[in-house]
C-alpha cells in the first residue's frame, strides 16, 4: 500500500504589498538576505502554520469557508527586535498580541482542528531564517536596529483585511503563494 504525504500551508496575514510598510520590510528582509545569505521571503505574520491538506483545492475550499468567519482588524507591531535559536525566528519584529489576533488564532486552530495553544503563540514578523549563532545574531540585529526603529516607529500597524496561504511544504525556496483571501467586513 502506497501512502501519500499530506502537504503543509501556512495561513499568514500580509501588510498590503503596496504599503509603505511592506516594501520597508521586505527591503530589510531582501538586505539580510544578500549579505548574510539567508533565505528570501515575504513580510508575514503567521496565524498558523503546518496546516495539513492533501491539495491547494483542497486547502483553497477549507480557506473560503474559514475567511466567511473572520472579521478584519488592524495589527499593531512593536518596535522591539528580538533573536531567537529558532531557525524561523532566527531575527524578528515583535507583533502586539492583541484581542482579534488572539481570536482569530484561536478561530484558525479550531477550525482546521489543530490543538494549538495559545499561551504558546508568539506572533511576530520575521526579519530573516536561519542557523546562526548568537554572535551572527547579534551582528545582524546591530547592522538593521536603525532601520527597523525608524520603520516601525513611523508605521506600526497595518490593516487585515486579507489572509494568505502559502504551500510550506520542504525548504524556504520551493515555498510559493497558493491565493490570496479577503476578509468580509
Not at 502537504?7 to 520590510?25: H, V
Not at 528582509?29 to 508575514?44: A, D, E, G, V, W
Amino acid at each position: 500500500m502506497v501512502t501519500v504525504e499530506s502537504k503543509k500551508y501556512s495561513i499568514w496575514l500580509e501588510p498590503n504589498t503596496k504599503s509603505l510598510l511592506y516594501e520597508g520590510l521586505a527591503e530589510i528582509i531582501q538586505y539580510i538576505s544578500k549579505k548574510y545569505n539567508s533565505p528570501l521571503f515575504t513580510p508575514h505574520v503567521t496565524l498558523i502554520g503546518n496546516v495539513q491538506a492533501d491539495s491547494n483545492q483542497e486547502i483553497i475550499q477549507k480557506m473560503d469557508e474559514f475567511v466567511k468567519k473572520t472579521k478584519p482588524f488592524t495589527q499593531k507591531l512593536t518596535p522591539n527586535l528580538h533573536d531567537s535559536d529558532e531557525y524561523f525566528r532566527a531575527l524578528y519584529v515583535e507583533v502586539e498580541k492583541g484581542a482579534e489576533l488572539v481570536n482569530a488564532f484561536k478561530s484558525a486552530s479550531e477550525f482546521f482542528k489543530m490543538s494549538l495553544d495559545v499561551d504558546s503563540f508568539t506572533p511576530h514578523v520575521s526579519l530573516t531564517y536561519g542557523n546562526f549563532s548568537k554572535s551572527e545574531r547579534d551582528k545582524i540585529k546591530e547592522d538593521i536596529e536603525a532601520k527597523v526603529t525608524l520603520l516601525i516607529d513611523s508605521l506600526d500597524s497595518f490593516p487585515v483585511d486579507k489572509m494568505v496561504v502559502y504551500y510550506t511544504t520542504g525548504e524556504v525556496k520551493t515555498w510559493y503563494l497558493v491565493q490570496e483571501f479577503s476578509l468580509s467586513a
